[in-house]
């Protein structure tokens, strides 16, 4: 089945403990992207990835690190995080292809509060 | 900078209506990318449809169709004959490709109400 999983779907922490929310997807997608969404401020993209060792970053980056060393993997990275990060994160994977109409898939979706 | 406006901010209609979300996006690329995303009341996003901008023709599948003029900049959505279940939150978004860069941008969604 294909799908895009997320670890965890939910996550209390405190501020300035580094934390990492796993995203995974089984379809060999090269592209793979991050989005927080807030009230308010609807979804916004923080980095995205094209292909292994390929991340740029979207319109919220700061704050945030990824990797992209295997195609299938991209980690969000949270180093200090502060309470201004407490949002919902989706991960989404499709295929990179300029004029493509394929599927994007979602994850499931990471809750996560800073304290 | 690109730039989505969906101007609706929340619709209600009776169930069957047809009912037409707005999308309009600001862009100063000729190579781009259109997409429409669902979000229903128990929060997964359901990926609807993606049109390049060289591809003008209208998009229909099954009771969804999506009309791209890009004289007007828009790109709306038409959900004919609404059931409850199209109860969402729809969000449209633009990526530019020129560059090399692929950034999506998001309108601030229009939360669509079907009541039977």
Not at chain 2, 29 to 54: A, C, H, M
């Amino acid at each position: 089945e294909a799908q895009v999983t997320q670890n965890p779907r939910y996550l209390i922490t405190v501020t300035g403990k580094k934390l990492t929310v796993t995203c995974s997807q089984n379809m060999n997608h090269e592209y793979m992207s991050w989005y927080r969404q807030d009230p308010g401020l609807g979804l916004r993209q923080i980095y995205y990835s094209m292909n292994v060792e390929v991340t740029d970053k979207g319109d919220v980056p700061e704050g945030y690190k990824v990797s992209r060393k295997e195609k299938r993997n991209f980690p969000l990275i949270l180093e200090s995080p502060s309470p201004n990060q407490t949002s919902l994160y989706f991960c989404a994977s499709s295929p990179y292809n300029r004029f493509s109409t394929d599927t994007q898939y979602f994850g499931p979706g990471t809750r996560l509060t800073v304290l | 900078a690109q730039k989505v406006t969906q101007a609706q901010t929340e619709i209600s209609v009776v169930e069957k209506e047809d009912v037409t979300l707005d999308c309009v996006y600001e862009t100063r690329d000729t190579t781009y990318y259109l997409f429409w995303y669902k979000q229903p009341p128990s929060g997964e996003l359901v990926f609807l449809i993606r049109r390049n901008s060289f591809d003008e023709q209208n998009e229909i599948s099954g009771r969804y169709s999506w009309n791209f003029q890009k004289s007007t900049s828009s790109f709306n959505f038409t959900i004919t004959a609404s059931q409850v279940v199209d109860s969402a939150v729809y969000f449209c978004a633009l990526s530019e490709s020129e560059g090399g860069s692929e950034k999506l941008v998001f309108g601030k969604g229009t939360k669509l109400t079907v009541n039977p």
